[in-house]
């Protein structure tokens, strides 16, 4: 049943590769149509700017589903057909796949496209917050109809039925799509729209475009970056001031996208920080700490201070006492919290609230001892360009997690720190400075803590209009897009089907406001100052004018390719320096021999007088050969060109030769030289010749080389030249020798012996094929070489991989490398891998394939001799790795795989201790057999002492393990196994007792106040009929042994479906636990509400960090 209400959408959020789902389209697919009014509403849609819709999709029934792929129903966005398309079990990856997908591709006219921003989402049913939500934007057109995600999730994740994914087997997504006002994305001109340029984003870039377009447009600022000394020998990438000058004086003059690639190897950056998505906040504070360095000792020194430093006073005043403490600090930027606060204002009045230290927090004063004190902040001054960072990313101590803080957060246009005569401001502060600010710029975060999309809407002249700069497009905005539509929080979007449901429904908005600029007013003139040519130094505009005069020049090669032809030449000398070093198979890599741009008219004789300045060969004595690919993928020279041919135009010869219509014509230059190294005139070339290529195997070395070519008669035989290869290869001249003739290496190496006796044509070769020889060997010295022929070298070089292997105990770093081959069976490899460890049994070895989607280690190793051959380990779906894992495990690995592992944690009865304990058994074995191997293994409290093994998720009990369950179907992968005694109340249940779950709960600080997090050790109570809260709440409290006073604190609650009804201490708390047909035990419960009060793990100071980066460095 496919539902369309809108929901709220939660986050997860995940960094992900995008990609189109890569899947032949097997003709138009099933899909219901929307009746004609549902259609027309949708369609309405298209008069807003820009047209969003939610879209919701419930499939029931999921883990029954059959196809490969399933498409949603249509919905209308913009006017246009949108559905989603996913794949149940993956689109050839372990993961959901899922994608929108343009519904009417197929029928859309030669040339459509359109631009969308969309995000997708699996929604958790049972724990909102665990909604997994992606973000992503695309300009589909006809080649890429579908966009999206490959690896959504993990397909253990979605169908482990305790995850909250899938309930009662439905699953739930949302899809919201807003599409752009301006569809024609790639004609788009932003400098003719709006008179200014973008930046083209590298990767993951954007976040970094959003600051350096603010801080371009802080005219101020550009004048003090022209002005830093740099010279014509400086090397943008070498350079931090050059690459930003050169970076905003493109971007002032250029009508196009400015690349940043320049600027962030100056940085010191590689592509992969490039891919990263940093933090704005950080990026902006290193890169104005690296430019005032930059500055000191130039005519620029101090304008970073002077644009962006503050000062602050800390003070400490005590109350009862003549004491205060006080230091003033700087700041270029100041952090605002979010949370709980409405508004900037809000936020200010946060930042210089008065603290109390009294009671066991009292102050230590000089002299004075312990007292009772005042504590604050209170501004000395603001600087003419005020930077604020909104705390949009905080941690969730009680998730151990970064989370993104969506609240609605207002700011205003005019921001008056004056205000209430002054209440920010010290007393030292100089109050007849004006503190009136005018809003410049608002960079804005759109997704979730994991990454997502960064923007800038600015006021370049502080005028009513604000333009949006989004990586490379930049378009006109008005002020509410750029203010209220920034405040984050939720929106209420009204249904458009009211058949479903006619109330409206809240959304969080996930783009919001991240970092605002505010400008003094006072200051303005001077800080919005004219910046022109002259700011800009000679030598800066002479290097920028020569490189768009380069980039010209490319450009007008481009638009003039189709009157060209590119002529690639071998020569003897190529096939010399490559075979053996770079090439082992065929005769040369056409991309790395002297290429000629030629015009298309161009007499091919006239292009021979090219060849000749170039390599100093007289016309006469070049002969040119063509390439030709055979069928069994080869590529060889086929023919020489004809003197009919030569006289044609190098078009009309590029067309006979090349088949594929590419523009290029590759030919082999063939020159004879005499003993007296002169040139000699072609030999005549008659069908009885042949020309062969020659290569020299060395089994010692190991060493393959060619030597040169020769033409030989077909009816000749082998015998009649070997004088001549002997002397090419530099043996003795008698030396016997074995022949082969390389034949093809795809898909596998072929190559045979070539039999003496026979002529040259009854061994079937003909022109351009390739003979290899070595010296010949006897079957005693065959043993000294490891590859002693040259098949077996070949089909070496063919299969050998290095392969890195890492321990799976540290999946992340590199432990050694081995060169192998990928014919290699599974027995070969883990002998090597044991020999390097110093492993004496193999079979103790156990490997683990590597994932190319995840870069980790796959869940499940490989299985004892489970593959033939390396190349089988390292194949991940269409890719191929070079990365294994090992363990060394403590009983060999067939032994092992006959077993069942289980990690079960034992809870001693009277004993605040918990053991972890690895339980090996027969796979056929029960939970009986894990009870008593685990009975053997720990101290109980009685000899005679029961024992279960229950199944343990997120704090709660999901399953008694019944004694003669099969371990072999358990999987602890995801679910905590937990061994504990029976105790004695349980075992004697009366007729209406009732056993309940009990679980610790506290309130989720980022969420309403309906919903609830469960911590700590789950149990099991008995309850009995009539019993009250007062009489369980002893029992309770006995049991955990809690201290009188924090027991006191405590709280009760009945527990349904995450939503808790407190209890007092007169209620039958049996009365509450009527229900059998509940879906899951732990759907109800008995709450405790107090704090978790055990350790966290240790947070470090980047607490504003997202939690996946790198930190963000400057190097030069």
Aim: net charge negative; with cysteine.
């Amino acid at each position: 049943m496919t539902m369309m209400t809108p929901p709220p959408l939660e986050q997860q959020e995940d960094e992900e590769i995008l990609v189109p789902h890569q899947e032949l389209t097997e003709g138009p697919q099933p899909m219901e149509v929307l009746s004609a009014e549902t259609a027309n509403a949708l369609e309405s849609q298209q008069v807003e700017d820009p047209p969003t819709f939610k879209y919701r999709w419930t499939i029931e029934n999921f883990s029954r589903l059959n196809a490969k792929k399933l498409y949603s129903d249509i919905f209308y966005v913009g006017g246009y057909k949108w559905r989603v398309l996913i794949f149940p079990k993956g689109n050839n990856v372990d993961h959901l796949s899922m994608y929108l997908d343009v519904a009417d591709s197929a029928t859309l006219p030669y040339g459509w496209s359109r631009y969308a921003q969309f995000a997708l989402a699996i929604v958790n049913q049972v724990h909102g917050k665990y909604t997994i939500r992606k973000d992503t934007q695309h300009q589909f057109n006809g080649r890429e109809s579908d966009w999206g995600f490959t690896s959504f999730m993990s397909l253990s994740e979605l169908y482990d039925p305790s995850r909250g994914y899938l309930v009662n087997d439905t699953c739930v997504i949302d899809a919201e799509v807003t599409v752009r006002k301006v569809i024609d994305y790639w004609s788009y001109d932003s400098k003719k729209e709006t008179g200014y340029v973008g930046l083209k984003n590298q990767g993951a870039t954007c976040y970094m475009n959003s600051l350096l377009q603010t801080l371009y447009h802080i005219p101020y600022f550009r004048k003090a970056v022209y002005h830093m000394p740099t010279t014509e020998n400086d090397m943008p990438s070498g350079s931090i001031p050059l690459a930003l000058q050169s970076l905003f004086y493109k971007l002032q003059y250029s009508d196009n996208s400015v690349a940043t690639k320049e600027l962030t190897k100056s940085f010191g950056w590689d592509t992969y920080d490039s891919f990263m998505q940093h933090d704005v906040q950080e990026l902006n504070r290193v890169l104005c700490e690296k430019l005032e360095d930059k500055m000191k000792g130039t005519v620029v020194e101090g304008t970073i201070q002077h644009l962006f430093e503050g000062h602050h006073m800390n003070y400490i005043e005590c109350i009862n006492v003549d004491y205060k403490s006080t230091r003033k600090e700087s700041f270029y930027d100041l952090q605002l919290d979010v949370k709980g606060c409405r508004d900037v204002y809000s936020s200010f009045d946060k930042y210089v609230e008065v603290e109390r230290l009294e009671g066991d927090n009292k102050y230590q004063a000089e002299n004075h001892g312990l007292q009772d004190a005042k504590k604050g902040v209170l501004f000395i001054d603001f600087p003419p360009v005020l930077q604020l960072q909104l705390k949009r990313f905080e941690y969730d101590f009680m998730r151990d997690t970064m989370v993104k803080i969506n609240d609605r957060y207002e700011f205003p246009l005019q921001l008056d720190l004056d205000r209430d005569n002054g209440k920010y401001l010290s007393p030292d502060a100089d109050r007849r400075v004006r503190n009136l600010y005018t809003l410049h710029s608002v960079l804005v975060h759109s997704g979730g803590v994991h990454g997502g999309h960064y923007y800038a809407f600015i006021r370049p002249t502080l005028s009513d209009q604000w333009f949006k700069f989004d990586d490379e497009r930049v378009t006109k905005e008005d002020a509410k897009k750029a203010l209220e539509e920034q405040y984050g929080g939720e929106e209420e979007l009204p249904q458009t089907n009211p058949g479903f449901n006619n109330s409206p429904f809240k959304f969080t908005k996930y783009s919001n406001a991240y970092m605002l600029v505010y400008i003094r007013e006072s200051d303005k003139e001077k800080i919005m100052c004219d910046v022109d040519e002259k700011d800009i130094a000679e030598h800066l505009r002479i290097r920028l004018k020569k490189e768009q005069e380069e980039k010209e020049h490319k450009k007008k090669e481009k638009a003039e390719a189709h009157l060209y032809t590119i002529i690639k030449v071998a020569r003897n000398e190529d096939l010399i320096e490559q075979i053996g070093k770079e090439m082992f198979f065929d005769l040369v890599d056409h991309d790395k021999v002297r290429a000629f741009r030629i015009q298309k008219q161009l007499p091919f004789n006239h292009f021979k007088e090219d060849v000749f300045k170039e390599f100093g060969i007289p016309v006469q004595f070049q002969r040119f050969w063509l390439w030709a690919k055979r069928q069994n993928h080869t590529y060889r020279p086929n023919r020489p060109l004809t003197p009919q041919e030569e006289a044609q135009s190098v078009g009309q010869l590029r067309e006979v030769s090349n088949k594929t219509h590419n523009a290029e014509l590759k030919l082999l230059l063939e020159v004879e030289i005499g003993p007296d190294l002169h040139f000699l005139p072609p030999p005549a070339k008659t069908k009885e010749d042949i020309l062969l290529f020659f290569k020299v195997y060395d089994p010692e070395k190991e060493n393959l080389r060619f030597v040169g070519r020769l033409f030989v008669k077909a009816l000749g035989k082998p015998t009649e030249i070997l004088s001549k290869l002997n002397e090419l290869a530099e043996f003795p001249p008698n030396e016997e020798i074995d022949l082969y003739e390389e034949i093809k290496f795809e898909p596998n190496v072929m190559c045979e012996h070539i039999d003496m006796r026979m002529s040259f044509k009854s061994s079937q070769l003909e022109d351009g094929d390739i003979i290899c020889y070595q010296k010949s060997l006897t079957s005693a010295n065959r043993s000294q070489f490891r590859y002693p022929d040259v098949p077996s070298f070949l089909e070496y070089v063919r299969n050998r991989q290095v392969v890195h292997f890492r321990s799976l105990e540290k999946p992340k770093e590199e432990d050694f490398s081995l060169e192998l081959s990928k014919l290699f069976t599974y027995d070969d490899v883990v002998e090597r891998v044991a020999r390097q460890l110093g492993v004496d049994d193999s079979s103790k070895i156990r490997l683990t394939s590597h994932n190319c989607y995840s870069q980790q280690p796959k869940p499940q190793p490989i299985k004892y001799r489970g593959v033939d051959h390396l190349l089988d380990m390292l194949v991940h779906y269409n890719q191929t790795s070079d990365i294994l894992y090992y363990e060394i495990l403590d009983i060999p690995l067939p032994e092992l795989q006959g077993l069942k592992t289980l990690k079960v944690a034992f809870h001693h009865a009277t004993k605040e201790e918990v053991a972890i304990h690895t339980i090996r058994l027969p796979k056929n074995s029960t939970v009986a057999d894990v009870i008593n191997d685990l009975k053997t293994k720990v101290e109980l409290s009685r000899p005679d002492a029961e024992v279960r093994l229950l199944e343990v998720f997120y704090h709660k009990i999901y399953k008694i393990f019944p004694p003669g369950e099969k371990i072999e179907n358990i999987n602890d992968q995801y679910w905590t196994l937990r061994a504990e005694e029976i105790p004695e109340e349980e075992k004697s249940l009366g007729l209406h007792d009732r056993m309940i779950h009990v679980y610790h709960f506290t309130r989720d600080s980022n969420q309403n106040q309906m919903q609830v997090q469960n911590f700590g050790e789950p149990f099991f109570l008995v309850i009995k009929e009539g019993e009250t809260l007062a009489d369980i709440k002893i029992r309770i409290q006995t049991k955990l042994q809690v201290p009188d006073d924090e027991f006191s604190k405590w709280k009760f609650a009945f527990i349904s479906l995450g939503r808790p009804e407190y209890l007092q201490d007169s209620d039958i708390v049996s009365n509450r636990f009527q229900r059998r047909d509940i879906y899951g035990a732990w759907e109800q419960y008995l709450g405790l509400e107090h704090s978790d009060t055990a350790p966290k793990k240790a947070y470090t100071t980047n607490q504003n960090r997202h939690t996946f980066e790198k930190p963000v460095k400057i190097y030069n």
